[in-house]
Antibody
């Protein structure tokens, strides 16, 4: 079965960087995007961006442009999300999620069919 | 970017039907997906492509989408259905996924 297993909780100081990993199993890693979605305490889901494990191409939400880097290592079926210049507002649970994509006519259809367990990143001085 | 509007909360008694809406401009022309998130857990896909269910999701969960409103319907609601529910679609204008703000379903 599809599984996404994320790295453990992190505590960082403001201005530092954090790198979270997401190890995939149960499917062909290069066949599906890996997305990153974050959720601050008591808040909704915020899409951050994706990495295409096959090509390495990435796409980022405008809110995170310049601060986030998504990458992958196909040899170990693992995707990474690095967020830099951390501030207290970045304290959140970060999820990886597999993206299912297809095109119907001119309409892109894209949803998240499997999720990692989440990684709590706490930014505090 | 495309705005998806959900009511913050919906309450329903056990055994009744819950309807959670997701509003957006001409949303009926888009494909909408729904996620259930229980406290401390990752979201789970419960409906995709407006009305399809992934394997393992009970038939009590159904979806519809027309005009400016998509709806997740949960029939014969159980206490275990209490959770936050999020709608999501692909925003063609920004070329990325978009989530609604989420709805907390309370089972009285």
């Amino acid at each position: 079965q599809v599984q996404l297993v994320q790295s453990g909780a992190e505590v960082k100081k403001p201005g530092a960087s954090v790198k979270v990993s997401c190890k995939a199993s149960g499917y062909t890693f290069t066949s599906y995007d890996i997305n990153w979605v974050r959720q601050a305490t008591g808040q909704g889901l915020e899409w951050m961006g994706w990495v295409n494990p096959n090509s390495g191409n990435t796409g980022y939400a405008q809110n995170f442009q310049g601060r986030v880097t998504m990458s992958r290592n196909t040899s170990i079926s693992t995707a990474y999300m690095q967020l830099s210049s951390l501030r207290s507002e970045d304290t959140a649970v970060y999820f990886c999620a597999r993206g299912f994509r297809r095109i119907v006519g001119a309409t892109p259809i894209y949803y998240f069919d499997s999720w990692g367990q989440g990684t709590l990143v706490t930014v505090s001085s | 970017s495309y705005v998806l509007t959900q009511p913050p909360s919906v309450s329903v008694a056990p055994g009744q039907t819950a309807r959670i809406t997701c509003g957006g401009n001409n949303i009926g022309s888009k494909s909408v997906h729904w996620y259930q998130q229980k406290p401390g857990q990752a979201p789970v896909l419960v409906v995709f492509d407006d009305s399809d269910r992934p394997s393992g999701i009970p038939e009590r969960f159904s979806g519809s989408n027309s005009g400016n409103t998509a709806t997740l319907t949960i029939s014969r609601v159980e206490v275990g259905d209490e959770a936050d529910y999020y709608c999501q679609l692909w925003d063609s204008s920004s070329d990325h996924p978009e989530f609604g703000g989420g709805t907390k379903l309370t089972v009285l």
